[in-house]
DNA sequence: ATCAATCCTGACCGATTGGTCAAGATAAGC
DNA sequence: GCTTATCTTGACCAATCGGTCAGGATTGAT
């Protein structure tokens, strides 16, 4: 029952420090497919030990604990989130924003498509480590967002829609192609999807979603 | 190892035949949330029996094997879907069609929450028991749909868009309500969503969709 | 060379997993 | 009332679960 101290690594980081980080990479890298497959409860130690190449031992010598493993796998994926939530102002161009925020987000599900499944399973089983963040980080956040979206509305920029809705049609759309993977494939009949694929659709979502929002370039005010 | 027989109740289906019936929706209820929430991996017959208020050996007398109750619900979800799959034509309008489509999708995720999510953990997992039917049927039926779309664009009455994305996107905004229903509640502050919520939801997708496809009623074709 | 700290892992633990089975309870047909 | 088929369930099984621990291997500083 004492506790084991997390191995602290104050120096020597060379040498033998490699393998630690290339071990901790290796698990953490399987971890993620495998807690992504098959959720928190699904997953197994034994699983994720054998696709990192090491006993089981070792991956609990590492992590501590199958919770504390997955807790980390969240903070990592959040933490890629937040990196490419920059601030935006009223005085941004809408379109300009929109289509970033479409593109980044697809990059993000592209980069990191295990994360992204992770993430997915952590909400279809009810968020029970993350409603915290859902219902405070996050929603700070969406609600800031929503703020400046209406007012390019005001200013005429753009259609008054709702923008929770918006920002949640955004979402589920970039998404959708990490998560439901196994569908797209399957009824496109790839094997994979090409940068060229990725790129067509993000330029589809880009154009539905602005004109569908009657987003007008700043530069074309004038002419509604 | 003797192929035990299932149940065949010929007659007299009145008197206990009810609790039967009774017992199995019981059962069937409670393992699409367990399944929904967990996944297969996950789910355990312990959780689902003490869900359906039964002991866990008679959930396996009624449904033979996990595997077997999954399957069961996965193709129950699978029919529930096949209902609302009517054939539409190139005569019809899109406005009205892609309506529907929209509408009857998002109805079905708010009826069967449950079912949604539990097909959802099974694509996010790999669709181990469903590839099948998603690169066959479930193919076919998407062609088909593609099809039309682009004669309706030839015809000019809408944009020239990637109709197979079009339907992704349509899917997968729909989709989120269930699915993510966690994280819509945690950022919107909500409890539940009302169907007032729902059919805003539905008025904006419908709207903004339609618009970002230059979609145009068969009515004012002429006036482009 | 020595010593202490860190790394590594096989053996092991109680709990839980999906599934089997035998025996008792219940109901229907005659 | 008896027989037969169906229903119900606690006891039990091997396998696997997450986690602990002792102790040998390895390493870096002196």
Redesign the pocket.
């Known amino acids: 029952?004492?506790q084991?101290?997390a191995?602290?690594?104050?120096?020597?980081d060379?040498?033998?420090?490699a393998?630690?980080e290339r071990?901790e990479r290796e698990i953490l890298a399987a971890a993620e497919r495998v807690f992504a497959r098959h959720g928190y409860r699904g997953?197994?130690?034994?699983?994720i030990a054998e696709q990192a190449g090491?006993?089981?031992?070792?991956v609990?010598?590492?992590m501590?604990?199958?919770?504390g493993l997955y807790i980390r796998l969240l903070e990592r994926m959040m933490a890629r989130w937040n990196a490419l939530l920059d601030d935006i102002s009223v005085e941004d161009d809408p379109a300009e924003v929109l289509e970033a925020f479409i593109r980044s987000k697809m990059e993000l599900s592209r980069r990191h498509p295990e994360g992204s499944r992770l993430f997915a399973a952590e909400i279809l089983g009810g968020a029970p480590f993350l409603q915290e963040y859902l219902s405070g980080e996050l929603r700070d956040w969406v609600q800031a967002r929503a703020r400046i979206f209406e007012q390019w509305a005001e200013r005429g920029l753009m259609d008054p829609v709702d923008p929770v809705w918006l920002i949640f049609l955004i979402w589920s759309a970039t998404q959708h192609y990490a998560d439901f993977e196994a569908q797209v494939l399957g009824i496109t009949g790839k094997e994979t999807l090409s940068d060229a694929d990725v790129e067509r659709i993000t330029a589809f979502l880009t154009q539905v979603i602005l004109k569908g929002c009657g987003v007008r370039s700043r530069d074309d005010r004038v002419a509604s």
């Open positions: 029952m004492t084991r101290d191995p602290v690594r104050t120096r020597g060379s040498g033998n420090g393998t630690r071990n997953a197994s130690l034994q699983d090491l006993p089981k031992s070792n609990l010598y590492y501590g604990s199958k919770r």
